[in-house]
């Protein structure tokens, strides 16, 4: 297990921080932001940048991102303006080189402790949850930026299962740094994305503050997930009411592709393997869906073969996968009356980074819940510095 070591400040690489580098080597500058927002935020483990739409609602303002993955740094550009350049790997940021700023965001990698990403590591012998080097340790990255800045609230984002890894053992310890050792009062929710989006979803929202708040997360009201959207309100409808999209929507009527269609191999192989599974009293297999239904999990692996949410095409035989455009309004990203979330990746690109993100709308919901609290501690500042 870690030591408490990992709460020193990174080292200094020399490195100067970059959005993504180019052809040749230089880097690209997102376009500038107004000096604008009633209270600054951070971005940690940013991927495309749902934590921060959540937060610019209630009127934040991004100060620092950092985001490892230079496909997600693309598509992060594409959609924010940014008056700052977007970091790589924060172990590789001092902490003092971090902005001062109010509200802490992280959705730290959750495959370390995922209930797949754990039986993954444990069919390879390899270590998961803090064991996990490469990534089960980057929750002590924002516990060292938490202790260092001191912002006056923070919200962390995980899977699920981060509660009961390790038979509590791993959220025990997250618990007792934030709350004993960086004196922040937690509260925590598991929310299913289900009452916003129709995808059965579970992720869990650790909420702190520096100060004492009568904030309950209990008091959050949240739709019914019963009388939640379908995913007719997802997909594409194919009868000329969207204009198409290439590559994911062609012709007069915006039919999906048939790149999306599963191959004859494909669609045998998943039924043979789910076949195999049922008689062996598995519940492996795929998640087939239409458009009154609500989806499984969307995962970064959907790139892969698409198995856990799959399409019916009625008289067409063979299913279909999402396209990005469809897994974009599943996650969130997307929605009516909004500007269009840009996509300017590959779609393997955009699999993983729509099954790696946020639902938004959960996002949104849980800083409004925040804001009473954040604005209150902002306007004491004020007036202190005053």
């Known amino acids: 297990m870690p030591q408490r070591s990992l709460f020193q400040p990174a080292r200094r690489t020399g490195r100067p921080p970059v959005w993504a580098p180019d052809a040749v080597g230089e880097a690209m500058t997102p376009p500038l932001a107004p000096e604008s927002g009633t209270f600054r935020f951070i971005d940690l483990f940013a991927g495309i940048g749902g934590m921060r739409r959540g937060f610019e609602t209630i009127g934040g303002r991004c100060v620092f991102t950092s985001e490892w993955n230079r496909f997600s740094q693309e598509t992060y550009a594409a959609n924010h303006s940014c008056d700052h350049p977007i970091v790589g790997d924060i172990r590789e940021v001092a902490t003092e080189d971090i902005p001062s700023h109010d509200v802490l965001l992280a959705g730290f990698p959750c495959q370390p402790f995922s209930i797949a990403g754990v ?6 012998n390899r270590p998961h949850g803090f064991r996990c080097e490469v990534q089960g340790t980057l929750f002590f990255d924002i516990a060292r930026i938490v202790r260092h800045h001191r912002p006056q609230a923070f919200l962390l984002e995980n899977v699920r299962n981060l509660v009961s890894h390790d038979r509590g053992r791993t959220f025990n310890i997250i618990r007792e740094i934030l709350e004993e050792d960086l004196d922040y009062q937690i509260h925590y929710r598991i929310i299913d994305a289900r009452s916003f989006v129709p995808q059965h979803r579970e992720r869990v929202f650790i909420v702190g503050f520096r100060e004492q ?10 739709p019914n997930p019963d009388e939640g959207p379908r995913l007719r309100t997802v997909l594409h409808p194919a009868d000329g009411t969207e204009f198409p999209e290439p590559p994911y929507t062609v012709g007069e009527k915006a039919a999906v592709s048939s790149k999306y269609t599963l191959s004859e191999h494909l669609w045998t192989y998943l039924q043979g393997y789910a076949e195999k599974h049922r008689s062996q009293g598995n519940g492996f297999g795929f998640g087939l869906v239409g458009r ?33 455009r469809e897994c974009a309004r599943l996650m969130g ?14 779609d393997t690109q955009a699999y993983r980074q729509f099954g790696n993100a946020v639902v938004v709308p959960v996002v949104e919901t849980v800083a409004a819940h925040m804001e009473p609290w954040i604005q209150k501690e902002q306007k004491h500042f004020n007036q202190r510095v005053a």
């Not at 039986?119 to 390879?124: D, I, Q, V, Y």
């Not at 708040?213 to 008091?219: L, Q, W």
């Not at 969307?298 to 035989?317: F, N």
């Not at 500007?339 to 300017?344: D, L, S, T, V």
């Open 119 to 124: 039986s993954k590591k444990n069919a390879l």
């Open 333 to 346: 990203f997307d929605r009516p009356g909004r500007a269009r979330f840009e996509i300017p990746v590959s």
């Open 213 to 222: 708040a009568p904030f309950s997360f209990p008091d959050l009201p949240l």
């Open 292 to 324: 009154g239904d609500v989806s499984r999990t969307l995962s970064a692996r959907y790139y892969k073969d698409g198995s856990e949410i799959l399409v019916r095409r009625p008289g067409h035989g063979r299913p279909r996968r999402l396209t990005p």
